[in-house]
């Protein structure tokens, strides 16, 4: 069969001698003009503007994939067409995309496309126009599995998600059809008759939002604890000690003679002992090389840097032949000093994490570690940070450069606004668009540390570059539950997936459903959702609106739970209590009333859940959640928040002023009843400690109290109204 295929000729394309990226209008350097739509290989690592986030794989289509050189023609042409739709060619198909498609989407639809035919190929299916159902429809089957790599063993089933990716190509290869008309789909055939991937393997056609899960509050604690803890208190102290880290090679470093040095290193030895300092210790991986190579687990020198005494020397490195007769000058100093990691001998003492005490911020690190795995650990922490608390988007945080930090800005005495700048790159043009975040200060902390830790000619100047979190994530969390993180009293994180994704969601949530959470002990809440918003909408359809848009959804569904739940409960005799509670009530009644008419009515169906949200949703989109009331703001002008504040004019009510035991507008519910209690117990102990010259405070607190017992008892009595 192979043969067959390899003898086919191949016919010219409309496209042959065309530069890709000249047609598909990708910029490039001058002088270059990029892939050819004739070679087999087409690499784009040279567009100006690519986004730190795809990686060197996405950039290249190698279509000696396609097994058929006849296909392989056709993914050209395919891919060719996704990324230039305004082509004569292509613009006149009827169902052709008319938005040209991204580098990085095309490259997985042509990985998609390649899997495709080449499953028609080792089906014995020749040609285009042998597709059927019979083919579409075993190739679903083979897309539901998930094969190893190296066994070719099913390992799991393919998600709805993968599936739609997978048999997409499928489908729009009959779109393209008019490109290749000597091997395309039969005349009229649509795989799967036309219909919506999603729908094609029994799943629904209806895309389900918000499908990412939250972190889990008992995993996502200590992780933003443990970020916190190293961006404030670690991360700054990384950056001084990485200062003294000299470069590898010294200023001097040209000296290499082939006679060991020995009144050198004779000298340098000289002055460690008698300044009592032990001498510099190698990083693990050299002590396994050095096994590996014969060396004795006896040995007194294992764990000697001699590079770093070669340098301190003023040599550009130690050659081994000078071993052995240095090794009597070594092995006496190492009998009188030791050996020891030569950075953070002497670290300054900070309150462990668990406030037991005080501890060093590091025990004694290598110069490898100093270079490599303390910016890692920053890096790994300014992440987590920056994505639970500002919700930014993997692609945001990749392009994030070095002076990504603006200064702060004092609106008024004390008070600093903090500002970050990035780039968009999710629905924009390739490139990206400049733009800023408003952000809370752990979040412009934890980004300057992270820059600080970068070297200036790296990653193109970006702070993070592309990364893998998974990778960064659990390497912290190796560093939290090991050694160093018990030392300095942090709290281990438990076994859990962790994604940016998921901190975005997870913030998300806290934002619209726990005003007084996580979030909220850690932050003040509603100043966190103030910077979120303002960064969000800072220039129309800006950086994050998807976000605030998603935070808006989760608080009216939020708000209609909150209403359900508190029909439920008037319908089990639990009522409301507060001003506003006559009018809520009277709600519940008319809704109650309706449900009966409509289960009286043998003519119409009993009304379902989804009917009952339908009536309630118009009054859920007042309701705002305070952290010891509800407030059901349906008329600003009786609003006691807003009149006090002599503003009746807005559409919000200033839920942290309200007075909700005199408001109109306010209900008490159940739910309230513990924070009420607290309240009157500090109360109480406030009263209790009140010397007899506060004469005027006495009275005012007590009537404070007497409000507060007020409101307990209607709750109490609300709650026991049947």
């Known amino acids: 069969m192979k043969h067959e295929i390899e003898t086919v000729a ?42 730190a986030q795809w990686g060197a794989s996405e950039l290249r289509f190698n279509f000696h994939n396609v097994e058929n050189p006849v296909w392989r023609l056709v993914a050209k042409e395919y891919s060719f067409a996704l990324m230039a739709p305004t082509h004569p060619a292509v613009a006149h198909l009827p169902l052709a995309y008319r938005t040209a498609r991204s580098i990085r989407t095309c490259s997985a639809k042509f990985g998609r496309l390649a899997g495709w035919l080449n499953w028609l190929s080792r089906n014995g299916v020749l040609s285009l126009a042998q597709v059927g159902d019979r083919e579409c429809d075993g190739y679903l089957i083979e897309a539901r599995k998930v094969r190893d790599r190296n066994t070719g063993a099913v390992v799991r089933t393919s998600g709805d998600g993968e599936v739609r990716a997978t048999t997409r190509p499928v489908i729009e290869l009959a779109f393209y059809g008019g490109l290749f008309p000597d091997d395309a789909y039969a005349e009229g055939y649509l795989p799967w008759k036309g219909r919506h991937p999603g729908t094609v393997d029994g799943t629904s056609d209806t895309w389900t939002a918000y499908r990412t899960p939250e972190v889990e509050d008992e995993l996502l604690r200590p992780l933003l604890a443990a970020a916190l803890y190293v961006t404030e208190h670690i991360a700054p102290r990384i950056v001084e000690l990485r200062k003294q880290v000299p470069d590898e090679a010294p200023a001097s470093g040209n000296r290499y003679p082939r006679k060991p040095p020995i009144r050198e290193f004779q000298q340098l030895l000289q002055r460690y002992v008698r300044s009592g300092i032990p001498l510099p210790q190698i990083y693990v ?42 090794r009597p000058l070594f092995e006496e100093a190492v009998d009188q000093v030791g050996i020891e990691y030569p950075y953070g001998r002497d670290a300054e003492l900070i309150r462990r994490a668990d406030g037991e005490g005080e501890v060093p911020w590091t025990d004694p690190v290598s110069p490898r570690d100093v270079a490599l795995q303390m910016p890692m650990l920053v890096w790994a922490a300014a992440v987590i940070v920056v994505a639970a608390v500002a919700g930014m988007r993997s692609c945001e945080l990749m392009e994030f450069e070095r002076d990504c930090c603006l200064p702060p800005e004092e609106r008024a005495p004390g008070l600093f606004r903090y500002r970050v700048q990035g780039k968009l ?4 043009k390739l490139g990206g668009v400049r733009d800023e975040w408003v952000v809370v200060k752990e979040v412009w902390d934890a980004m300057r540390t992270a820059a600080a830790v970068t070297p200036t000619r790296e990653r193109a100047g970006r702070i993070f570059g592309r990364f893998a979190f998974d990778s960064w994530s659990n390497q912290f969390r190796a560093w939290v539950n090991g050694h160093a993180g018990r030392r300095l009293g942090l709290d281990p994180i438990p076994d859990g997936a962790v994604t940016l994704r998921m901190l975005r969601r997870t913030l ?10 996580l979030m909220a002990t850690k932050f003040a809440l509603k100043h966190l959702h103030a910077t979120t918003t303002e960064g969000y909408t800072r220039r129309p359809g800006g950086a994050q609106g998807k976000f605030l ?28 209590a507060g001003r506003g509670a006559t009018e809520l009530v009277t709600f519940f009644e008319h ?37 010891a009331n509800y407030c059901w703001f349906a008329d600003p002008s009786r609003a006691l928040c807003l009149i006090l504040a002599g503003s009746t004019d807005t559409d919000q009510p200033l839920i942290g002023m309200c007075d909700s035991a005199r408001c109109p507008q306010a209900t008490h519910h159940q739910r309230h009843r513990p924070v009420w209690a607290e309240h009157e117990r ?6 209790g400690q009140l010397g007899v010259t506060r004469k005027l405070e006495g009275p005012r607190q007590q009537a404070e109290l007497e409000r507060t017992q007020r409101v307990l008892a209607e709750i109490d009595a609300a709650g026991a109204d049947t």
Not at 425 to 428: E, F, R, W, Y
Not at 509 to 517: C, I, L
Not at 682 to 687: I, R
């Open 10 to 51: 191949v016919r010219q394309s409309i496209f042959a001698g065309l530069w890709v990226c000249a047609e598909a209008d990708l910029p490039m350097p001058a002088g270059v003009p990029g892939p050819c739509f004739d070679d087999d290989m087409w690499d784009f690592a040279d567009v100006v503007g690519l986004p």
């Open 285 to 326: 991986a050299k002590v396994v090389e050095r096994l590996n190579d014969g060396w004795s687990a006896e040995d007194p020198l294992l764990l000697l840097s001699l590079s770093h005494l070669a340098r301190e020397a003023g040599f550009r490195q130690f050659r081994r032949p000078w071993l052995d007769e240095l």
């Open 425 to 428: 790159i999710k629905g924009q």
């Open 508 to 517: 998300a949530v806290e934002m619209a459903y726990r005003p007084h959470g």
């Open 549 to 576: 848009a998603e935070v808006q959804s989760l608080e009216e569904t939020r708000n209609v739970e909150i209403l359900v739940e508190e029909f439920e409960n008037f319908q089990d005799g639990i009522m409301p």
């Open 591 to 627: 809704i109650d009333e309706l449900v009966k008419e409509h289960a009286a009515d043998e003519t119409n169906v009993l009304m379902n859940d989804t009917e009952i949200l339908g009536l309630m949703r118009k009054r859920a989109s007042i309701l705002h959640v305070g952290l």
């Open 682 to 687: 500090k109360q109480k102990v406030f009263l």
